[in-house]
């Protein structure tokens, strides 16, 4: 059986009768650029995640770097983040000249250890970077009881998590309501994917949104007015229609991701080889990937392909670990649940459209290969 990490034909398939004529119509209306569809999509996900402006972006690497930028990083400013992520987070801090200052995750959610931050900070320290990784959030309010003794600022990565929440002191907050800046990626494979690149920020601080605003337009809020240098990263008007289409799908496929997971881990629960992931009971998870520890990974991989059945390391080498970051002097064994991570996660398909005897089939082959 033929089970692909990820089906987007298969949502295509289902949506196309709406997506379609959205598009038709900005086509008809000929606006590609900054068309009414983008101001739209930007109120829609501001509310989605808590937050009161939304700034739509050309990516999601965009949606971090323009709030990095507008922190004004002098050279040797640090920005802490974890090790365990996608490139982007850290690559966005150095693009804009700060130095990203790497710490350990918690091993169950592999999510940035917020006692790691801590230790972490130094008189330099400019910002705190948390990723929602695989779709559940971090800590948020340990990470914000930190960054407030200190007085600084949280830009939460939620590229991987539009729509996930996490209950605190009795209340739903969703991934983008307590950072001070939240980027998203509209990236295809991401839960909420437009059909090309796309980003998207939102804060609840006015002047911060007037700034992205303006960065995100070569730094003018009037046309061939520049108070600063800021760069082109729009959002394409059929993007927006695309992304606006879909969204209204967001929740159930979301549920439909949580149902795969479970249903993964119930079919797996007793095999001593394989650990499912760790769901922080104060989360709920969008399960952007689900990600198992493994033993014997390359074999186990190399099983599940000969059954045509997909699977993905996220991420094979911690940042800290990368060549392009070996000036900043950390060596193996620094960040060892990072490390560990790396050698051990397999992502298996979770996307909504799996059938029951898909999963089953995923299930079956892991558990033959383990007997
Ligand atoms: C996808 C992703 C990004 C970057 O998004 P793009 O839209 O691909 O630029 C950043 N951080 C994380 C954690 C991601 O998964």
Known sequence: MNVPL??????YRAIKDDVLPAIQEVIESQQFVMGPAVPRLEAAVAQLAGATHGIACASGTDALLLPLKALDLESGDEVIT?????????????NAGGTPVFVDIEPGTFNIDPAAVE????????AIMPVHLYGQMAAMERLRAVARARGLPIIEDAAQAIGARRMIEGQWRMAGELGWATGFSFFPSKNLGAWGDGGMMVTSDDALAERLRRLRLHGGA???HHDEVGTNSRLDSLQAAVLLAKLPHLASWSA????????????LADLPAVRPPVVD???EHIFHQYTLRVERRNELQARLKSQGIGSAIYYPVPLHLQPCFSHLGYRPGRLPASERASGEVLSLPVYPELTRGQLDCVIETIRGFYR
């Open 222 to 224: 009037k046309q061939y």
């Open 6 to 11: 990820l089906d987007l034909v298969a949502q």
């Open 82 to 94: 974890t090790s365990f992520t996608f490139f982007a987070t850290a690559g966005t801090i150095h």
């Open 256 to 267: 439909k991701r949580r149902e795969h997971a479970a249903y993964y881990t119930r079919g």
């Open 119 to 126: 230790v972490a900070i130094t008189p330099r320290t400019r």
């Open 281 to 283: 009971p104060a989360n």
